[in-house]
């Protein structure tokens, strides 16, 4: 069953994703609508299983990985102050005002501090796919918008912690700082010293495709460590594209590693957001859903534009880099897990920002092509 299930995402997610692009949109809006259609909520032709979402992982993984082999150290190194501008304007707003929405929803200040957060979290595996369909990603633009992600994503799990630690749950601090630190501290050395190390003595083992092989294992166990230390996966790989971009095996691995991903597991990362959404008992809290998305959209947006204006971007290319934030994909739901776990969040309230994340998910590649587009054409009618 779950060979023709995969058959199936595949066929439907490439062709959705073509029709997405003659109608003028990336490819993932394809894709990510087409998953909700052969999903429970509609077909049900696809189901949500463990295994599926194990090769979705795999998919946004390998999708992060390709985003740090394209990334150019030099043009990262530029734009460190315009990450940190775009990543802390697109916490504090939506932090502040998620705070405010909580009170009014008669939250405690604890859960109202905890919708804020959630609210702030970014996910930006949608957006590079978005930047890469435009030739975006290498640009200053993309650059600062991968470096804000990962800012983003340790600024918001310290904040958890600590926002956990008032909570009366048990999670020290300290001991989540040291494990970021140790995760960014090791990840660094590695790469600076093991990667190039491992990736040679590993080609010249007498066995084929020796690069691609190395490679896939200092991704995999990039991301591992990045989970096991509280970090994200996808963080992981983005860090072990990032050491292997500098090497010598660059191409090839771009190459090889970009064939079998968009092969089978990133479409399949794509539709199976789509695939997992549930709607059922949602239409008593339509209002509340539609309230909730428009302050997810809108804070970020308007957080991180202004904090790539305080760096120097014009209003275009600071409200493209706003609607590149905006997703907040698994990132967010991660925190509403442990929301739900932790009494934070009800039952119901969970369900609203399960739907509000898909919402943002899906709005993020039309508002990023939009605003950037209109950037293009300014441009061209300048000249």
């Not at 990450?83 to 502040?96: H, K, M, N, R, Y």
């Not at 990667?195 to 083992?205: A, E, G």
């Amino acid at each position: 069953m779950l060979i023709l299930q995969i058959a199936i995402i595949l066929i439907a997610s490439k062709i959705a994703g073509s029709i997405s692009v003659r109608l003028g949109q990336p490819s993932v809006l394809g894709k990510l609508l087409i998953g909700i259609v052969l999903g429970p909520t509609v077909l049900g032709l696809v189901n949500e299983t463990e295994t599926l979402a194990e090769l979705s992982q795999i998919g946004v993984i390998l999708l992060m990985f390709i985003a740090g082999l394209e990334t150019d150290l030099d043009e990262f190194k530029r734009t460190g102050k315009a990450s940190t501008f775009v990543g802390f304007g697109g916490i504090i707003v939506p932090l502040v005002l998620g705070y405010f929405a909580g009170n009014l929803l008669h939250l405690n200040t604890i859960q109202s501090w905890f919708l804020g957060l959630l609210l702030s979290a970014t996910s930006v595996s949608i957006s590079v796919q978005a930047l890469k369909e435009m030739n975006r990603l290498k640009t200053p633009e993309g650059t600062t918008i991968l470096g804000a992600a990962v800012i983003d994503d340790v600024v918001v799990i310290i904040a958890l912690a600590f926002l956990m630690s008032f909570s009366g749950k048990d999670v020290h601090l300290t001991t989540v700082i040291l494990q970021k630190v140790l995760f960014f501290a090791g990840a660094i050395l590695a790469g600076w010293k093991v990667v190039p190390w491992f990736l040679n003595k590993f080609v010249t083992l007498k066995v084929s495709e020796t690069v691609i092989s190395s490679a896939l294992i200092i991704c995999f166990v990039f991301a591992y460590f990045a989970e096991y230390t509280g970090v994200a996966s996808i963080i992981g790989a983005y860090f072990a594209g990032v050491a292997i971009s500098v090497t010598n095996f660059k191409q090839e691995v771009f190459e090889k590693v970009e064939t079998i991903s968009y092969s089978i597991f990133v479409p399949i990362f794509f539709t199976s957001i789509g695939i997992t959404a549930e709607f059922s008992g949602i239409t008593k809290n339509l209002a509340l859903i539609a309230i909730i998305s428009i302050l997810a959209i809108a804070s970020k947006l308007i957080g991180a534009a202004i904090g790539a204006r305080a760096a120097g971007f014009g209003w275009n290319s600071s409200f493209g880099i706003g609607a590149a934030m905006v997703s907040r994909g698994e990132v967010a739901l991660i925190l509403a897990s442990i929301g739900l776990e932790s009494k934070l969040l009800s039952q119901e309230l969970f369900t609203v920002i399960v739907v509000v994340v898909l919402i943002t998910t899906i709005a993020t590649p039309p508002m990023m092509k939009w605003l950037f587009k209109a950037k293009t054409q300014k441009k061209y009618n300048a000249a």
